[in-house]
């Protein structure tokens, strides 16, 4: 059995999504429809709806369901009628929206140069402002600082949007602070093709989907009504976890990492960061490298963000943060679970002990492309003790 230690890129449904989805499937039609399957099916949103917005603190209006984060991200964006000022770390479903954006820069460690975003709203303008920075970040588990975003939005008068997938169900903000958030059921354990985005309660918002007059014409199609009934139950599932033991296994294996390899480097490591993330350095072993021999030996582990796994590039994220090439060229996300064991952990170190022995001592990325295969390390038993041959 494959350990899994890649929750940042995606969640298994957790049992309340379920059992909610379950429910939902024993159930026929369409939430516009006037008669009785129609009405139950708009009740079953509509609960949904008042659920989420019980669960970020927010009225059930300013809930607006898409199709998951990417679809929210570009909806917050696409047509907002000003100056959009985005960091330099978003996603690419933030990035990519408004090519007029200003740009926030972000320090080494990857958090928002709050000096700069000043100095960028301090800057003459006649028009309203949407200042967008993710919650956590999807490869660092940087968390940014929103309250001071906040803060600072309030005294130019401009709007936070703020990516808060890895955000949520990780760590406690007063999200309804934020004027417009955007969220993906799959990272909190409810399915893939579903988030929301949670608008501004007077937001000029156009829908960029021409259609019916779903969700109040902001995102016409028909709803996601089994997809939204698991996202509610997810996120109301996600309020009661606790992170704390995560959060020491991970600061517990960085160490053990670090001592296994002084020259590796934790990438944000001054930063505050979320309790399940670590993206670290192999030095001399290609990232795709690492995963490959990982995934042989029962490790699932992403070289960066899942969006990007197939196609090899350099992060721009960790590029804006100024991480050498090399560094960018070796790094490895390992993101747990609180679910995630002593054991698997235990394991995990074990394994990258002896990745980095074998294909460290290759200089200079002489593996290159190719998989190098560890003939002589069997796989990790149950109790985590590695059987050398
Ligand atoms: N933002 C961040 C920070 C993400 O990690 C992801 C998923 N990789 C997205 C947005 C896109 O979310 P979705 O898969 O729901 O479109």
Known sequence: MTVYLDYNATSPLCASAIQAMNDGMQWVGNPSSVHAYG????????????????????????????????EANNMALVHFPGRVLVSAIEHDSVRFVRPDALMIPVTNDGVVDLQALENLLAAPYDGPTLISVMAAHNETGVIQPLADIVALAKQYKACVHSDCVQGVGRFYFPWETLSMMSLSAHKIGGPAGVGCLIIHPDWPLNAFLKGGGQERSLRPGTENMIGIMGMAAALRQSRHQDWSQTNRLRISMEKALLTLSPDSNVIGQQAIRLPNTILITMPGVKSETQVMNFDLQGFAVSSGSACSSGKVRLSPSLQAMGVPKAEQETALRVSLNHTTSEDEVESFIQVWSQIYERCSKRSHFEQDDNLVILTNIKRVDNHGALNLT
């Open 39 to 70: 009405r139950k099916s708009r009740q079953e949103i509509e609960r949904a709806r008042q659920d989420i917005a019980n669960s970020l603190g927010v009225s059930s209006q300013r809930v607006i369901f898409t199709s998951g984060a990417t």
